[in-house]
């Protein structure tokens, strides 16, 4: 039973910095794809960041570029990401997402949001 649980969310100041963390479970694939998407209310899911942790490998959405940083922590099965220059549009609640697939449909799956498994979610809040 895979399972990801994100924490680390909550409210920041614009310009501010906050990170996400995401533990994942039951992978019985060392390697696998990791991403964070948000949604803000009224608004579609957009991808956020995603990494192939077989070779670290990452893709960022344009809007985060630059201020946004995924890594990993293979000993602990866990993804962070880390904001920084926080704006009041980064407001939303971001999704951990994972994927047991291959480098090249990392990729893919980054593109059409098709990973296999989902977190619950956690709230980011940015005043300005």
């Known amino acids: 039973q895979v399972q990801l649980v994100e924490s680390g969310g909550g409210s920041a100041q614009a310009g501010g910095s906050l990170r996400l963390s995401c533990a994942a479970s039951?992978?019985?694939?060392?390697?696998?794809?990791m991403g964070w998407f948000r949604q803000a209310p009224g608004k579609e899911r957009e991808g956020v960041a995603a990494?192939?942790?077989?070779?670290?490998?990452?893709y960022y959405g344009d809007s985060v570029k630059g201020r946004f940083t995924i890594s990993q922590d293979n000993a602990k099965n866990t993804v962070y990401l880390q904001m920084n220059s926080l704006k009041p549009e980064d407001t939303a609640m971001y999704y951990c997402?994972?994927?047991?697939?291959?480098?090249?449909?990392?990729?893919?799956?980054?593109?059409?949001?098709?990973?296999?498994?989902w977190g619950q979610g956690t709230q980011v809040t940015v005043s300005s």
């Open positions: 039951g992978f019985t694939y060392s390697s696998n794809c």
């Open positions: 990494i192939y942790t077989g070779v670290g490998t990452t």
């Open positions: 997402a994972a994927d047991p697939g291959s480098a090249g449909y990392c990729y893919t799956a980054w593109v059409d949001q098709g990973f296999a498994y």
